[in-house]
């Protein structure tokens, strides 16, 4: 079946870091797409990404739709207090509409 | 802004308990889904439905049911729950089948279904 990779599993950082994370698939996707779940909530969608290099920002986030199609990566600069939670990319391709997700970023500031 | 709302965030319940998981969504939208959420196994699919009445099943329907009799509306049933079906479940809804920005997914808050 159709594989989504996210690394890494999750994150340690200072505040003021930048961070990044990505996505690779074992299939050419028509689409990335990046939600971030806060504790105890459901997932938020940050950026959609719906073209081959395409790159994408919403404030402090930056997303980019990989050339080859079959990876996705997000950058977070910057980081802050609020950014906690998890971060799962998601995808579709062209034959099912439905998406597959990645298992997911855990980010942790440390104190 | 779209709405959609679990109707508990947290139930316990007893093996072998027929259990009900409400969705509604004030959006209009066609779709709508249920995930189940586990550490490290990210969002599954369970059901989803595109039109009232109509149903497919995704990835893990094993152990659950569906029922959508209103279009705002959707229901996840747990026919005899168990210790396995323990977990966060979250209930989405979206416009259409293709994908743009804001058309894709919607989700609820979530429920964390604790059966003992």
């Known amino acids: 079946g159709q594989q989504l990779n996210q690394s890494p599993q999750s994150m340690f950082i200072q505040e003021g870091e930048d961070v990044s994370m990505n996505c690779t698939s074992s299939s050419i996707f028509n689409t990335w797409l990046w939600y971030k779940q806060d504790p105890g909530e459901g997932p938020v969608l940050l950026i959609a990404?719906?073209?081959a290099g395409e790159l994408t920002s919403n404030g402090r986030l930056t997303a980019q739709f990989g050339i080859t199609r079959k990876d996705s990566f997000l950058n977070i600069s910057a980081s802050i207090p609020s950014d906690v939670g998890i971060y799962f990319c998601?995808?579709?391709?062209?034959?099912?509409?439905?998406?597959?997700w990645g298992a997911g970023t855990k980010l942790i500031i440390k104190p | 802004d779209v709405k959609v709302t679990q109707s508990s965030r947290y139930l316990v319940k007893r093996t072998g308990e027929k259990v009900f998981l409400e969705c509604v969504q004030d959006m209009d939208h066609e779709n709508m889904f249920w995930y189940r959420q586990d550490p490290g196994l990210g969002l599954r699919l369970i059901y989803f439905s595109y039109d009232v009445k109509m149903k497919e099943k995704g990835d893990i329907p094993e152990g659950y049911s569906v029922s959508r009799e209103k279009k705002e509306r959707f229901s996840l049933i747990l026919e005899s729950a168990s210790t396995n079906q323990t977990s966060m479940y979250l209930c989405a809804s979206k416009r259409g089948r293709s994908g743009r920005l804001n058309t894709e997914a919607f989700f609820g808050q979530g429920t964390r279904l604790t059966v003992v």
């Open positions: 998601a995808g579709r391709t062209d034959s099912n509409y439905q998406l597959i």
């Open positions: 990404l719906y073209k």
